[in-house]
Nanobody, 125 residues
């Protein structure tokens, strides 16, 4: 079974930066796109960013546009999230996910078949 593993989370001050990574650790799958979601304590999981595996086209939630950048390395089967100008409201567990079909909407959790276990990002204010 395919497994996704996130890394790179941690504690930073407001205005700082972090770079998250997500790599497929086992198995093979047909990857149409990858996405990042996040979930803060007591809140619902929300869409952050999306990237097409073949074309590299990207999309972002309005809340992170201009501050976050999603990218991928096809050779390493890895997707990244560069997070700059971090704010306290960015504090959450960040999850990567794989869309194997390309059928659903980019911002919906139900569009993604595989999920990582998450990595904690804490931004102090």
């Amino acid at each position: 079974q395919v497994q996704l593993v996130e890394s790179g989370g941690g504690l930073v001050q407001a205005g700082g930066s972090l770079r998250l990574s997500c790599a497929a650790s086992r198995g093979t799958f047909s990857n149409y796109a990858m996405g990042w979601f996040r979930q803060a304590p007591g809140k619902e999981r929300e869409f952050v960013a999306h990237i097409s595996w073949s074309s590299g086209s990207t999309s972002y939630a309005d809340s992170v546009k201009g501050r976050f950048t999603i990218s991928r390395d096809k050779g390493k089967n890895t997707v990244y999230l560069q997070m700059n100008s971090l704010k306290a409201e960015d504090t959450a567990v960040y999850y990567c996910a794989a869309d194997t079909l390309g059928y659903g909407r980019r911002w919906l959790e139900s569009s993604y078949a595989y999920w990582g276990q998450g990595t904690q990002v804490t931004v102090s204010s």
